[in-house]
């Protein structure tokens, strides 16, 4: 399958504790980009990443969120101390360049108690 | 600023109905790229179609077509003859030229009866 893989599919923590989610982008794309859906909502940009740089970090909050996409790897989507309005849906896209289609991940499915 | 607007946020139709989803957008750019995309039940996006700025041809795949008009800034959707599986939330959204990010609009529940 050489599509945009997203692990885990679900994540559940607690109040406070760190979510990391990762995704691999289709093979051949550089351009990653994390959207996040919030229940009943549609998707909102939070940042666009190229291969060590971050592009765009407009949509992502100042503070907790922060994100990466190293030499070798996944890209990572970090959330530090989590709260309940973290609890969405999480969506990974990678394209081959800022203006080609984005092709999307299953999603990572955030769930803090 | 980019916005985009889709202003029916549920539909239900009857199976073999054609079913049109609207889709308004805002841009100051003049080179911008439209896509719908479709969310299953099961959640995940499927890429249904692109369209650049220039190119206001209509396209038609299936039972799917699309209807671009610069002058009314609407990228519509119709589905002709509707099947259940067709059950979904679409979701249209514009990416403008400089920038990567897409503007998802609020989407547009679609249910199709039996």
């Known amino acids: 399958n050489a599509g945009v893989m997203q692990n885990p599919r679900h994540l559940v923590r607690r109040r406070g504790q760190e979510a990391r989610l990762r995704c691999s982008p289709m093979k051949g794309h550089s351009h990653v980009y994390w959207y996040r859906q919030l229940p009943e909502e549609g998707l909102k940009f939070m940042v666009y990443?190229?291969?060590?740089?971050?592009?765009?970090e407009s949509g992502m909050p100042k503070e907790r969120f922060s994100a990466e996409f190293p030499k070798e790897g996944p890209s990572i989507l970090r959330i530090q101390q989590v709260v309940r309005g973290d609890s969405a849906a999480y969506f990974c896209?990678?394209?081959?360049?800022?203006?080609?289609?984005?092709?999307f991940g299953p999603g990572t499915r955030l769930t803090v108690l | 600023a980019q916005k985009v607007t889709q202003a029916q946020t549920e539909i239900s139709v009857v199976e073999k109905e054609d079913v049109t989803l609207d889709c308004v957008y805002e841009t100051r750019d003049t080179t911008y790229y439209l896509f719908w995309y479709k969310q299953p039940p099961s959640g995940e996006l499927v890429f249904l179609i692109r369209r650049n700025s220039f190119d206001e041809q209509n396209e038609i795949s299936g039972r799917y077509s699309w209807n671009f008009q610069k002058s009314t800034s609407s990228f519509n959707f119709t589905i002709t003859a509707s099947q259940v599986v067709d059950s979904a939330v679409y979701f249209c959204a514009l990416s403008e030229a400089v920038r990567g990010d897409m503007r998802f609009g609020a989407g547009t529940r679609l249910t199709v009866k039996p």
């Open positions: 990443l190229q291969k060590e740089n971050i592009i765009d």
């Open positions: 896209a990678s394209s081959g360049g800022p203006t080609d289609t984005q092709y």
